[in-house]
């Protein structure tokens, strides 16, 4: 039975792999670097920016990871106006979530300035006990995130689960010995999320909440 339920946020709780690809294809040509497929530009979304970009540009030197970086966020935040949706259900799910009693946080690979400028145009900062964020902590898969999450909520990790649409986050959830839920309707293949000891693949977030509600939800701090 699980007390603590941390959602990952992009390509979990909100539909932005579009719109975060597109930005990293225009970054890297406005630095002179070669366009990567929206594929792979895709496929790295859950780490810190950094250390996507480490991942997507191997031979760059640190100089331009860090333009990439700027160029990432200029475009993120000022230029492409591609509208990002929360999935269907996910403000009604996470209701739901509380009321059996669990509590809720968030383990991201966006910057906490990002995180905080969506928590409030969506209104669900509400929901969350505590949110960590990849520029203030290790980036995913390494599981301090997740350490100081179950920390700052005093809750063991085997009463935590961590729900994530990547390797990623169902990697960093088995470094932290805690279970880990795949979104299947994110990045990561159904198939990449079971080899990562996901103990289920939900198609939906609306599937996802409905997993959890079967019987697999403890009130905390009773």
Not at 152 to 180: C, N, Q, R, W
Request: with cysteine; hydrophobic share 45%; glycine share 8%.
């Amino acid at each position: 039975m699980y007390q603590l339920v941390i959602f990952d946020w992009d390509g979990t709780l909100m539909d932005s792999a579009f719109k975060i690809g597109t930005c990293i294809q225009a970054s890297a040509l406005s630095v002179g670097m070669p366009e990567p497929s929206l594929e792979s530009a895709k496929s790295i979304i859950g780490l810190g920016l950094f250390e996507a970009m480490r991942v997507l540009f191997p031979d760059a030197n640190e100089n331009r990871i860090s333009e990439l970086v700027e160029a990432y966020k200029y475009y993120f935040v000022n230029v492409d106006k591609t509208e990002q949706k929360l999935f269907d259900g996910v403000a009604e799910g996470l209701s739901a979530l509380e009321e059996a009693g669990a509590v809720l946080a968030v383990a991201t690979g966006k910057s906490r300035v990002g995180l905080d400028r969506i928590l409030d145009k969506v209104g669900l900062r509400h929901h969350f006990i505590a949110t960590r964020c990849a520029d203030e902590t290790r980036s995913k898969p390494h599981p301090q995130m997740l350490l100081e999450l179950l920390d700052f909520t005093a809750i063991e990790p085997h009463k935590a689960i961590m729900v994530g649409d990547t390797t990623f986050d169902l990697d960093m959830a088995a470094s932290a010995d805690m279970a880990g839920l795949g979104a299947g309707y994110g990045v990561h293949s159904e198939q990449m999320l079971f080899d990562s000891n996901a103990v289920s693949v939900q198609p939906s977030f609306i599937k996802v909440v409905e997993w959890l509600l079967q019987n697999r939800l403890e009130r905390a701090y009773v």
